[in-house]
């Protein structure tokens, strides 16, 4: 079983792997290895690196961002540029959810 989508270099900005330490509750370091790891296995990436360039796209977007995202791309005939404006919000932000612990979203990054 070969992973469906193949890439050959990922390219992870330091604040989204910020964010998903912050998410997952784990140290920085632990966290951006365990999710190169993650990305060679599942999505076959060869190579990840990390860059500072304000223009890389987070990994943590939602379903309606991303869709958004490749949509403005498609238009657009290339790249888009989703920094310069938000993409359509789907609901009004509410009183924030119980504490959880998190790292379950994510089996395979944990050891």
């Known amino acids: 079983d070969s992973p469906q989508y ?3 270099v990922v390219s ?3 604040q989204s792997i910020s964010a998903l330490a ?3 509750e784990m140290p920085f370091d632990q966290t951006q290895a365990a999710l190169a790891a993650f990305l060679k296995v599942e999505c076959g990436v060869h190579q990840v690196c990390s860059t500072q360039h304000f223009a890389d796209f987070s990994l943590l977007e939602t379903a309606a961002e991303f869709v958004w995202r490749l949509e403005a791309q498609s238009a657009q005939g290339g790249t ?3 920094w310069q404006k ?3 919000q789907q609901h009004e ?3 924030a959810p ?3 612990d ?3 979203h994510l089996p395979l990054l944990i050891s």
């Open 6 to 8: 193949r890439y050959s």
């Open 12 to 14: 992870l900005a330091p």
């Open 22 to 24: 912050q998410y997952l």
């Open 80 to 82: 888009s540029a989703p």
């Open 86 to 88: 938000k993409p359509p």
């Open 93 to 95: 932000a509410g009183p």
């Open 98 to 100: 119980p504490r959880e």
């Open 102 to 104: 998190r790292r379950h």
